[in-house]
């Protein structure tokens, strides 16, 4: 919810080694019990507003298990899956507004 999202094209050339999948999305770096003794949702929810970035959410605690840094960098796991072949970056998107449910 604090990092870019991408649209990605898959590679003809590997589309039979990678089963005509790419990665869609960065992985936890952490569980979310960690990321909740981590964080604490409303200084996340306050660091993303400061960004402009809004979050919506009935629950703080969930805010805190998605905090960003409780991911793995897209940025590598897309670079990653180009080196590989696996996949090409069409379109690279700046979050506004995440809601949670």
């Given at each position: 919810m ?8 898959g ?57 960003p840094?409780a ?5 590598a796991?897309?670079?990653v ?6 996949a090409?970056?069409?379109?690279r ?9």
């Amino acid at each position: 919810m604090g990092t870019s999202s991408y649209v990605l094209a898959g590679d003809a050339r590997s589309e039979a080694a990678s089963l005509s999948s790419a990665c869609h999305g960065a992985d936890r770096a952490m569980s979310r019990h960690a990321a909740a003794k981590a964080w604490r949702g409303h200084e996340v929810q306050a660091e993303l507003a400061e960004r402009g970035i809004i979050v919506k959410s009935p629950s703080r605690r969930g805010i805190a298990e998605e905090a960003p840094g409780a991911y793995k960098s897209v940025d590598a796991v897309v670079e990653v899956a180009e080196m590989a072949g696996l996949a090409r970056r069409i379109a690279r998107l700046t979050p506004v507004i995440c809601i949670k449910g």
